[in-house]
């Protein structure tokens, strides 16, 4: 299976944005034939895309023929119906990350990945089993952070409304809105339901931020990645070179709170740290296998912690668990998201969108992290107190003050001190 450079999200897959992006586990964009003739035109080409790329090719035990025959004798007179008719369709797979978008929709989603959002800042996704709306992740900076919002927060409620029954789409539409309205997010964490009164913004994203930090073995460099969005690498790349000219002595990657982004930043960015050795593997439905490797142009070798938590999603899963894997890092935190799925984004002819999920991807070994997630190295939970005065006060964040940050420092700060005795050795 061959991925293009170009087409491909990972995140949590059909991840939202709100402001509002899918975020998905590997998205393939391509575009398809025109919608020029009636609705059924639209639906029997959505089946058509799922009949031959869908990842399971039983498609969840449902007969996919006999549904493409159920949908096309119905008669419909606008595309709004088809709409219905195609999300209906579709819910037959049980699968949320599988999904439908209208022409607003996917032009959102194009700007999204771009990094150029409007709205609250939340990454959400939807519970396969239970369909809770999760969040991922607030963006660092947004509304949603500044508010508390945090990762693995159930949303309940919008402005009143229950969410019970309501899918990703519906709930974006709820929550957007033009720049100075307010939206009241109910969240539930643990057996609390908090009103957050959330007022929507525009929402920067740069995806990396970069600092030295002085310690008893020399200079560390500090590398935050908040999103793997389409300038990620470039900044990445950047600030590593940055930093190397610094002559910093290891380095500390922070991908906590990282709900993921384009495949092939998080790609290019392994290939930053690591010489050699696999990154990522996909397998589809008929076992086909695209599989990406280091190319022996690692910006350094410097030894190398990653932090990594349960909002650290898809691609910054692909991220460390390649890491991981190749022993190029240990990982410091908590276990990640767990998600693992491909979706190919089809544009389709009147300018609506489909995701298809198409494959799974696995690390280096061979992990299947749906829903697994990446275990780190070293477990470090935060308290409730610990995660509030963090943010409360972000400057704290990777500083000696950030317990899971301290922890890293420890342990970079000893990888460092035996690659010096090392050197000294072999001398």
């Not at 991922?136 to 693995?152: K, R």
């Not at 908040?226 to 002559?247: G, K, P, R």
């Amino acid at each position: 299976m061959v991925i293009s450079r170009s087409g491909i999200v990972v995140g949590t897959t059909a991840v939202m944005l709100t402001a509002v992006a899918v975020v998905g586990a590997g998205i393939h964009l391509s575009s398809q034939a025109s919608f020029r003739e009636s609705p059924k035109d639209l639906i029997d080409e959505v089946w058509q895309i799922i009949d031959k790329n869908y990842v399971d090719g039983t498609f969840n035990q449902v007969d996919w023929k006999a549904v493409r025959n159920e949908y096309l004798s119905r008669d419909y007179t606008t595309e709004e119906q088809a709409y219905d008719a195609i999300r209906e369709m579709l819910e037959k797979l049980e699968d949320p990350y599988t999904r439908f978008m209208d022409p607003e929709e996917f032009k959102n989603m194009q700007i999204d990945t771009s990094g150029e959002l409007t709205g609250v800042g939340i990454q959400l996704t939807q519970d396969e089993e239970s369909k809770k709306l999760i969040v991922i992740s607030p963006i660092e900076d947004s509304p949603a952070f500044d508010a508390g919002v945090q990762a693995q927060d159930i949303i309940t409620k919008i402005d009143g409304k229950s969410t019970q029954g309501m899918d990703i789409n519906e709930a974006v539409k709820l929550i957007r809105g033009p720049i100075g309205t307010q939206v009241i997010i109910t969240i539930k964490r643990g057996n609390q339901e908090i009103d957050y009164p959330i007022t929507r913004d525009q929402i920067e994203i740069h995806p990396v931020r970069s600092a030295k930090k002085e310690s008893p073995q020399g200079n560390i460099g500090y590398i935050r990645l908040n999103t793997f969005s389409a300038n990620a690498s470039e900044e990445m790349e950047e600030a590593i070179e940055d930093l190397e000219q610094q002559n910093v002595t290891g380095y500390i990657l922070d991908l906590r709170s990282n709900p993921g982004g384009l495949l092939f930043s998080s790609i290019d960015i392994a290939r930053m740290w690591l010489e050699q050795g696999d990154i990522v593997s996909t397998v589809d439905r008929r076992g086909e296998q695209d599989r990406q490797r280091a190319d022996n142009r690692a910006l350094t070798d410097a030894p190398l912690v990653v932090l990594v938590d349960g909002g650290s999603a898809s691609a910054s899963e692909i991220l460390s668990g390649a890491l991981q894997d190749n022993e190029r890092a240990v990982l410091v935190g908590t276990k990640t998201f767990g998600k693992g799925l491909v979706q190919s984004v089809r544009e389709l002819g009147n300018g609506s969108g489909l995701a298809v999920t198409i494959a799974k991807y696995f690390t280096p070994s061979g992990r299947d992290i749906n829903h697994e997630g990446i275990q780190p190295d070293v477990n470090v939970e935060l308290t409730e107190q610990q995660r509030e005065d963090l943010r409360k006060d972000r400057s704290k964040i990777g500083t000696p003050e950030d317990p899971q940050y301290a922890k890293a420092l420890e342990i970079l700060l000893k990888q460092v001190a035996a690659k010096e005795n090392q050197q000294a050795t072999s001398q």
